[in-house]
């Protein structure tokens, strides 16, 4: 069996709580308390919890943009404080994020076919050409038309924006995606939209997602293996028909209460 493409080993990421006039560090909010996950290639892992559980923490600390507390996070089995500058660089191109808000992601100035061209240009990837072509080979495979190439922003609707997002997150051939809250700002018929385009690209791509949601509804057709987290910790792991058959925890009970019945 291949190895994980992630393995978080007991992460922790505490912030400092100042206080007073001289900014001591009083307390520390335990954003992320010993969290500890693989995924595997191909495959879904989904961090579900209420606002505030360290589900963003998490996924941002997997990215690299949050330095650890505390912990190991291992990317194709080696620790991230091991790289190189260079092997960092590497890692920054095999794993990448997809945010909630597909109207701040992008510059509004910029034309859909800019945006994906984007980290191509910034990693020096290709000519113009081969970028062109390449633009075209993603909005083909996000499902969009190529004359959305030279429309800006403003001309999409949400769930098409949200497409340009993922298309410029696939042009540097990712094994993962992070995907945090990435349809909770859609209206729910093109939510399902984006969950089938999501798991078109996995079969198509061999894409893993560590998909991050507050709303357990929208992981249940997508995730092989849940973590429920609550104030910084893993309450409950399992595969996902475990947790919605065999819930053991109660606040997965309780999460599990809060999804509309089908
Ligand atoms: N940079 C920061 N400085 C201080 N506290 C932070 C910082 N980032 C997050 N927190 C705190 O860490 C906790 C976890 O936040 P996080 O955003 O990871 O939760 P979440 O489960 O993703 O919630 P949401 O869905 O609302 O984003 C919260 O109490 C939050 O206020």
Redesign the pocket.
């Known amino acids: 069996m291949s190895p994980p493409i992630v393995s978080v080993r007991d992460l922790k990421v505490h ?1 400092p709580i100042r206080s007073g006039l001289l900014g001591r560090v009083t307390d520390h ?1 335990r ?2 308390d010993g969290v500890s996950f693989d995924l595997m290639p191909g495959k879904t892992v989904a961090i579900v ?10 996924g941002y600390a997997v990215m690299g943009m949050q330095e650890p507390t505390a912990g190991q996070i291992l990317i194709d089995g080696r620790d991230r404080t091991q790289m190189s500058p260079t092997e960092r660089m590497a890692t920054m191109r095999r794993l990448q994020i997809v945010f909630q808000d597909p109207a701040s992601a992008l510059n509004p100035r910029m034309s859909a076919a800019e945006s994906i061209a984007e980290p191509l240009q910034i990693h020096r990837i290709g000519t113009a050409r081969d970028r062109r072509e390449r633009v075209m080979e993603l909005l083909d495979l996000v499902g969009l038309p190529h004359s959305a190439a030279g429309k800006l922003p403003r001309e999409f609707s949400g769930g098409q924006k949200q497409r340009i997002v993922i298309a410029r997150a696939l042009a540097l051939e990712p094994q993962a995606v992070i995907c945090d ?1 990435a349809v909770s700002a859609l209206d729910v018929s093109i939510q399902s939209q984006i969950l089938n385009l999501l798991l078109d690209l996995q079969s198509r791509l061999g894409l893993a997602y560590i998909f ?1 949601s ?1 709303d357990l509804s929208v992981v249940r057709h997508i995730a092989d293996h849940i973590l429920v ?1 609550q104030a ?1 910790k893993v309450v409950e792991q399992a595969a996902t028909d475990e947790i919605f058959n065999a819930p053991k925890d109660t606040y997965t009970r309780q999460l599990l209460e809060a999804v509309p019945k089908l």
Do not use: D, N, P
């Open positions: 912030f909010v954003a992320v919890g209420e606002s505030g559980s360290g589900k963003s923490t998490t809250e991050i507050h987290m910084g």
